[in-house]
């Protein structure tokens, strides 16, 4: 035990200022692989004294709450090393592998566990066969590719049981969007597998960097889970509420939209944060919101429909004109796209072929001036 510490100590005092840094590399790397070895003799010890009892001489109770305390860890640690130091005493190509250095505790920890899962489940040679294989695999995969192939074999092995923890886990399923102070929201959630597969096949797609994207790949993964949103929205196959469809409600003074001096902000239904006036412009502009204009004296004097306020006749022109984003070097195609006034309805503009362009989302922002500064700010 000596020798093992002053080896300690003098790396301990070792000048790594001297040292070339390749080989601190290697160093490094070298002591993570033998603490592991370490970690298997300490276990093999472990094993020795939950069997002895010795662990009651200072009045604990059980072999895991003696190295809770002694061992400086948490209970959940200690029983975890406890469980395995166990369970390696009738796993001996596992305890052989890890005692040599050629599988981690990681590795260890999800070998074990599987095997004594399905130890009532397989005839003796079998089960020493599978052994032989998970150890195989656990010295040529990290432990996440491990996990996968642990997995599967338990699904060989008990597929009722696979089924009965694929279940458990779907009952933790949440999904919660809570207000913080200034208007935004956060989200915050658990989904299983088959659920989180399905989200991230959908926002992927959308997720994409454009050319030249500022965005950090998290605002590109929020973007895109709001235009799945504006997608449903949009398509209008949405179930009924209240006898309506889900829409988006913009609620927005005239005078505001008129960039009059001194207008009040307007607001979206669903949000308590009020908007600015240019981004009420930019909603209203192809407006597949519902709006609701009113005057000073918020009576309303525009309610437009739950509808695009550009007819189908005219989207499908402009469409078949267009055929995609009309910003230079953007092909995005139509499905993406809104169709943007060049001059704003409420400035005149009229709802044509001559006024009426296709934008898509992000060229949309940028022609409606206060938000360019906003999409072109980046990470
Ligand atoms: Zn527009
Ligand atoms: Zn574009």
Same mark, same amino acid.
């Given at each position: +035990?000596?020798?093992?510490?002053?080896?300690?100590? &003098?790396?301990?005092?070792? =000048?790594?200022?001297?040292?070339?840094?390749?080989?601190?590399?290697?160093?490094?790397?070298?002591?993570?692989?033998?603490?592991?070895?370490?970690?298997?003799?300490?276990?093999?010890?472990?094993?020795?004294?939950?069997?002895?009892? $010795?662990?009651?001489?200072?009045?604990?109770?059980?072999?895991?709450? %003696?190295?809770?305390?002694?061992?400086? #860890?948490?209970?959940?640690?200690?029983?975890?090393?406890?469980?395995?130091? @166990?369970?390696?005493?009738?796993?001996?190509?596992?305890?052989?592998?890890?005692?040599?250095?050629?599988?981690?505790?990681?590795?260890?920890?999800? $070998?074990? @566990?599987?095997?004594?899962?399905? /130890? &009532?489940?397989?005839?003796?040679?079998?089960?020493?066969?599978?052994?032989? #294989?998970?150890?195989?695999?656990?010295?040529?995969? =990290?432990?996440?590719?491990?996990?996968?192939?642990?997995?599967?074999?338990?699904?060989?092995?008990?597929?009722?049981?696979?089924?009965?923890?694929?279940?458990?886990?779907?009952?933790?399923?949440?999904?919660? +969007?809570?207000?913080?102070? =200034?208007? #935004?929201?956060?989200?915050?959630?658990?989904?299983?597998?088959?659920?989180?597969? #399905?989200?991230?096949?959908?926002?992927?797609?959308?997720?994409?960097?454009?050319?030249?994207?500022?965005?950090?790949?998290?605002?590109? /993964?929020?973007?895109?889970?709001?235009?799945?949103?504006? /997608?449903?929205?949009?398509?209008?196959?949405?179930?009924?509420?209240?006898?309506?469809?889900?829409?988006?409600?913009?609620?927005?003074?005239?005078?505001?939209? !008129?960039?009059?001096?001194?207008?009040?902000?307007?607001?979206?239904?669903?949000?308590?944060?009020?908007?600015?006036?240019?981004?009420?412009? /930019?909603?209203?502009?192809?407006?597949?919101?519902? @709006?609701?204009?009113?005057?000073?004296?918020?009576?309303?004097?525009?309610?437009?429909?739950?509808? @695009?306020?550009?007819?189908?006749?005219?989207?499908?022109?402009?469409?078949?004109?267009?055929?995609?984003?009309?910003?230079?070097?953007? =092909?995005?195609?139509?499905? %993406?796209?809104?169709?943007?006034?060049?001059?704003? %309805?409420?400035?005149?503009?009229?709802?044509?072929?001559?006024?009426?362009?296709?934008?898509?989302?992000?060229?949309?922002?940028?022609?409606?001036?206060?938000?360019?500064? !906003?999409?072109?700010?980046?990470?």
């Amino acid at each position: +035990m000596g020798s093992l510490q002053s080896a300690i100590d &003098e790396l301990a005092a070792e =000048d790594l200022t001297r040292v070339p840094v390749v080989r601190i590399a290697d160093d490094a790397l070298d002591q993570f692989r033998e603490s592991e070895r370490l970690q298997a003799q300490a276990l093999r010890r472990l094993a020795v004294v939950d069997e002895a009892g $010795v662990w009651a001489d200072d009045g604990s109770l059980s072999s895991k709450a %003696w190295l809770r305390r002694h061992g400086r #860890m948490t209970a959940g640690a200690a029983s975890e090393r406890v469980r395995i130091a @166990r369970r390696l005493g009738d796993q001996p190509r596992t305890r052989g592998a890890f005692e040599a250095g050629d599988i981690g505790y990681e590795h260890v920890r999800q $070998v074990t @566990r599987v095997l004594a899962d399905s /130890r &009532e489940r397989l005839e003796p040679e079998k089960w020493d066969e599978a052994e032989a #294989m998970l150890v195989d695999v656990a010295r040529d995969h =990290d432990p996440g590719s491990l996990r996968q192939v642990c997995e599967h074999f338990r699904h060989v092995v008990d597929a009722d049981g696979f089924q009965q923890s694929e279940a458990e886990r779907y009952d933790r399923r949440r999904f919660d +969007m809570s207000p913080i102070l =200034d208007g #935004m929201e956060t989200i915050d959630g658990l989904l299983d597998a088959e659920g989180s597969a #399905m989200v991230k096949s959908a926002l992927d797609p959308l997720a994409k960097p454009r050319p030249n994207d500022t965005r950090t790949p998290s605002q590109r /993964r929020a973007d895109a889970l709001v235009e799945l949103a504006r /997608r449903a929205l949009d398509r209008g196959d949405l179930p009924m509420s209240g006898g309506e469809r889900p829409h988006l409600n913009l609620t927005v003074d005239l005078v505001t939209l !008129e960039r009059r001096a001194g207008a009040p902000a307007a607001e979206l239904g669903r949000s308590d944060q009020p908007i600015s006036g240019e981004t009420a412009r /930019r909603l209203a502009c192809d407006a597949r919101v519902s @709006r609701i204009i009113t005057d000073g004296a918020s009576q309303p004097i525009d309610v437009g429909r739950a509808t @695009r306020s550009i007819p189908p006749a005219l989207r499908r022109a402009i469409t078949a004109r267009d055929k995609h984003c009309t910003a230079p070097g953007c =092909d995005r195609p139509p499905e %993406w796209c809104d169709g943007h006034h060049d001059i704003h %309805w409420i400035d005149g503009g009229e709802t044509s072929t001559a006024n009426v362009r296709l934008l898509c989302r992000h060229h949309h922002h940028l022609e409606h001036p206060e938000l360019k500064d !906003e999409w072109a700010r980046g990470p």
